[in-house]
Structure formats: C-alpha cells, structure tokens
C-alpha cells in the first residue's frame, strides 16, 4: 500500500485528511506564484532590455517591429569609457572594501560590544542607515575644499561608494568568523605559528567563501550604485548608471538598453570570475 511519510513514521495515503491534502496543493500554489512573481519582476525586465537593445523600432506591439545590431554599433568612446570606468571601480572598490571589512571583523572579533566595540560597529553600519544621496551630499561638503579637496577627483567616487558597501562586506566577514575557527588560530598559535601563518594559513582557508561573497556583493553594489554617485562626481566623468541616465532623460531608450545589455554581460561574466573555483591546491600555498 502507498504510504506518505510524516516525521518518524510512513502513512497509509487512505488515512491523510483533507487539511493535508489542502495544505499540500496550497503549498505548490504559494510556489507557482512566487516563481511568477520572480519572473515578472525580475527576468521579464531583463528580456525587455535585451529585446530592446536589438530592436530597430518598438511601439505599440508585443515585440519589437525588427530587429538590429545598430544601437551597438553606435555606441562610441564615451560609453565605453564608462563601461571601463564603472568595472574598475567596482573591483577597486570591492576589492579595498573586502579587506577593510576583514580587517573590522578579525579587530572586533572576541571584544564586549558594550564599549568601545560597540561604538565601533554601530559607525561601520550608519551608510546603511543613511540616503545614498544624503551620504554622497555629506562627503561631498566634507571634502570639495583645502586642506582635502576631492570634488574634482574620481576619489571622491571612490571614497563614497566605499563608505556605502563597507558594511556589507564586514557583514560578511565578522558572520564567517565562528566560534572554531578561534579554536584552531588559538591553537595554531599555542604550537608556535606567528600570527601571519595563523592568518594565511589557518583563517584565510576557511574565510574564502565569506570573502567571495564580500566581493561579489560589493562589486554588483558599485556596479549599480547611483544616488551618492550622481551627488559627487565630477566633470568629464561618468559611470554606466550616469550614462544610462542622461540617455533615458533626453528619450533614447534604445541605446540606454544596448548599453545596460553589456553592462550585465560585463557585470555577469565577473562575478563569475569571483565565484570561479580554484583548484584546492592553489587556494593556499602550504
């Protein structure tokens, strides 16, 4: 006789209630509806923008009148060097904001968030709590005069997405930091390792996946970031959000989706590089 299993026990299909029964089509109901509502929100947009970006014309109908490579091959040195500019800082940025978060995390690791702990971690999260734009007007008046001017500086780009995916990334750390892996550095330096081979050798192994996950979050949070960005860059530079911007506001909705498409294809294929696995002899040299 075919039997459902419960926990600890196999029941006779006979002797399952209607509210199992209810429950269970309820539960792949609530499963059919949350992928929709994935695929409306999220893929279908994607679809948009691709189908867009190799349209010839699009109004009025389902899909587009015909399509075309065109709007690609329009695309010139200012959009290309935005593309460079938006992938550089996200990887300067994501890099610098991984170690910087590590760096928190192993310092606060162990100490009475009371006190000065405390103080300290409640500064790393305040981005979190404050508008982007507000943040980006805030580093903006802090640093557009002598004795540090960044205002004409790509620094100052750098300097406010930094302050905005540092909390993020020393999230990551201080969560990968447990309980054992203190054991094992006490006891890596109990036998008389210094503290670099404890860290290169001991931590540094079991932190890769919260470090991987630090870099790829930092880097699709630059890649996207917008509202402090457009507060402090300064002139002759431009990110791909900026771009995309001023191309959607002057109408050019068609150039702005074969520029946003590369920018994904650019910003998938690195995170790829990021989550790539490396061949377990080569992660760390023992």
Same mark, same amino acid.
């Given at each position: 006789?075919?039997?459902?299993?419960?926990?600890?026990?196999?029941?006779?299909?006979?002797?399952?209630?209607?509210?199992?029964?209810?429950?269970?089509?309820?539960?792949?109901?609530? +499963?059919?509806?949350?992928?929709?509502?994935?695929?409306?929100?999220?893929?279908?947009?994607?679809?948009?923008?691709?189908?867009?970006? $190799?349209? =010839?014309?699009?109004?009025?109908?389902?899909?587009?009148?015909?399509?075309?490579?065109?709007?690609?091959?329009?695309?010139?040195?200012?959009?290309?060097?935005?593309?460079? =500019?938006?992938?550089?800082?996200?990887?300067?940025?994501?890099?610098?904001? =991984?170690? +910087?978060?590590?760096?928190?995390a192993l310092a606060l690791e162990g100490r009475d968030r009371r006190g000065l702990g405390a103080v300290v971690d409640a500064l790393v999260m305040v981005p979190n709590g404050v508008p982007s734009v507000v943040l980006g007007l805030a580093v903006l008046i802090a640093y557009h005069q002598k004795p540090v001017d960044l205002s004409s500086s790509a620094a100052i780009v750098v300097l406010v997405?930094?302050?905005?995916? *540092?909390?993020?990334?020393?999230?990551?750390?201080?969560?990968?930091? &447990?309980?054992? *892996?203190?054991?094992?550095?006490?006891?890596?330096?109990?036998?008389?390792?210094?503290?670099?081979?404890?860290?290169?050798?001991?931590?540094?192994?079991?932190?890769?996946?919260?470090?991987?996950?630090?870099?790829?979050?930092?880097?699709?949070?630059?890649?996207?970031?917008?509202?402090?960005?457009?507060?402090?860059?300064?002139?002759?530079?431009? =990110?791909?959000?900026? $771009?995309?911007?001023?191309? $959607?506001? &002057?109408?050019?909705?068609?150039?702005?989706?074969? *520029?946003?498409? *590369?920018?994904?294809?650019?910003? +998938?294929?690195?995170?790829?590089?990021?989550?790539?696995?490396?061949?377990?002899?080569? &992660? $760390?040299?023992?």
């Amino acid at each position: 006789m075919s039997a459902e299993f419960r926990i600890g026990q196999a029941v006779p299909r006979h002797q399952i209630g209607w509210g199992d029964t209810v429950l269970k089509h309820a539960s792949r109901v609530a +499963l059919a509806l949350a992928a929709f509502a994935c695929f409306w929100l999220f893929v279908l947009p994607v679809i948009v923008v691709a189908l867009s970006s $190799v349209s =010839t014309q699009w109004s009025g109908t389902i899909l587009p009148a015909g399509y075309s490579l065109r709007w690609f091959e329009r695309l010139g040195s200012p959009e290309y060097d935005a593309l460079l =500019t938006s992938l550089e800082i996200g990887f300067g940025v994501s890099a610098v904001g =991984t170690i +910087l978060g590590l760096w928190l995390a192993l310092a606060l690791e162990g100490r009475d968030r009371r006190g000065l702990g405390a103080v300290v971690d409640a500064l790393v999260m305040v981005p979190n709590g404050v508008p982007s734009v507000v943040l980006g007007l805030a580093v903006l008046i802090a640093y557009h005069q002598k004795p540090v001017d960044l205002s004409s500086s790509a620094a100052i780009v750098v300097l406010v997405q930094l302050a905005l995916i *540092l909390p993020f990334c020393y999230r990551c750390a201080a969560a990968a930091l &447990r309980p054992e *892996l203190t054991v094992l550095r006490e006891a890596a330096a109990s036998l008389g390792a210094p503290p670099a081979m404890v860290l290169r050798r001991v931590l540094l192994p079991q932190l890769v996946p919260a470090l991987r996950a630090s870099l790829a979050l930092g880097f699709a949070l630059s890649l996207g970031e917008l509202g402090a960005t457009l507060t402090v860059y300064p002139p002759g530079f431009a =990110t791909v959000p900026i $771009v995309v911007i001023g191309q $959607v506001e &002057r109408g050019y909705y068609l150039p702005a989706s074969a *520029l946003s498409l *590369l920018m994904l294809g650019a910003s +998938l294929a690195a995170l790829l590089l990021i989550a790539a696995r490396v061949p377990r002899g080569k &992660r $760390v040299a023992s």
